[in-house]
């Protein structure tokens, strides 16, 4: 029997934070994900998703 993954909110610093470390401090996705402790495919479709809208940073 397999489990279901329990979907958490991400709140607003924490994207800020994402960014920040992704763009600013130029960490990996995998380095993000250890510090924050989030999943690596959650920070690559927010990093994706902040590209595609056009904006850049720092907003």
């Given amino acids: 029997m397999t489990r279901k993954k329990k979907m958490v ?3 607003m610093q924490t994207y800020l934070d994402i ?12 380095q993000i994900s250890q510090a924050l402790n989030i999943g ?3 920070i690559s479709d927010l990093v994706i998703r ?9 907003l």
């Fill in 19 to 30: 960014f920040r470390l992704k763009f600013e401090a130029r960490l990996s996705d995998r």
């Fill in 9 to 11: 909110r991400t709140d």
């Fill in 50 to 58: 902040f590209n595609n809208l056009g904006l850049s940073w720092p």
């Fill in 40 to 42: 690596r495919a959650t």
